[in-house]
């Protein structure tokens, strides 16, 4: 890897929501490698961990616990983010859930609310607050999370599927508002990683890891870094044409 890449964060800061686990820990840690001060938030406090880690490879982090549905909860996190490091410059929307499969007419209206608020409502709400304060320092990059399931359908996951197809939507809207201004905005679309969320479902059903390796035309499922490599790269110079996009990061899923 280039020097210029190894640093391309330096005196820059990044908040990075669902950072205590999977794809966001990656994520966090990967802006920290490359000279990044990190905000990780999330609702489970093990987003200490994710900081400790970064700390004893010598960088700079601060957990924030918020829960991303609440409006609230989000405004301070961002405030919190700016009293500790001065400014904010990428932001990571990731945070998700998983719930079980059901399909339309047996889905829990609660289950529907939840995946709604925590992972439509949630990625408003924290770029409602995020903007504002890239403006005032100047720009900034921000990334959704959105999913394969936000570009095809899902049998069992309506909740999942609808936010992340209304991800979209939100970005593409977004980044048509805030781009002119130096705000970017777009989204990725992750195949599986071998997550939690992910590994939870292996072990109630062993079968499906052959499975999903057999779904994804690479082969096998992805690292959580080869995820949030991308993101990264999306936040950087690296991508500053790049704005409105859904870019797809799953070893051919989709493209069968
Ligand atoms: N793992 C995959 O295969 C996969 C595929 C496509 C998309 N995604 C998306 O990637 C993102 C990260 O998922 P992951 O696989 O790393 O899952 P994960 O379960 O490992 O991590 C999700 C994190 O989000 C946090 N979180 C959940 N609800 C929250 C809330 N209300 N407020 C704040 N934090 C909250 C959790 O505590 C957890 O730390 C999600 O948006 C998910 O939908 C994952």
Redesign the pocket.
Known sequence: MSAAVTHEFEGRVALV??A?????AAAARLFSERGARVAV????SNGERTVDVIRSAGGEATFIR????DDGAVERAVAKTLEAFGRLDCAFN????SGPPNPIVDLPLEQWHRGID??LT?VFLCMRHEIPRMLEGGGGSIVN?A??AGLIGFPGQAAYVASKHGVLGLTKTAAMEYGKQGVLINAIC????R????ENVIEQTPELEEELRRLHPIGRIAE?SEIAEAALWLCSGRASFVMGSALVVDGGYVAQ
Do not use: E, H, K
Not at 94 to 97: E, K, L, P, R
Not at 190 to 193: D, E, K, L
């Open positions: 929501t669902g205590a686990s999977g794809i966001g938030v999330d609702v489970d918020a829960d991303v549905s990731n945070a998700g859930i925590v992972m949630g999370c999913s394969g992750p195949g599986t990683a997550t939690a969320m992910v959580p």
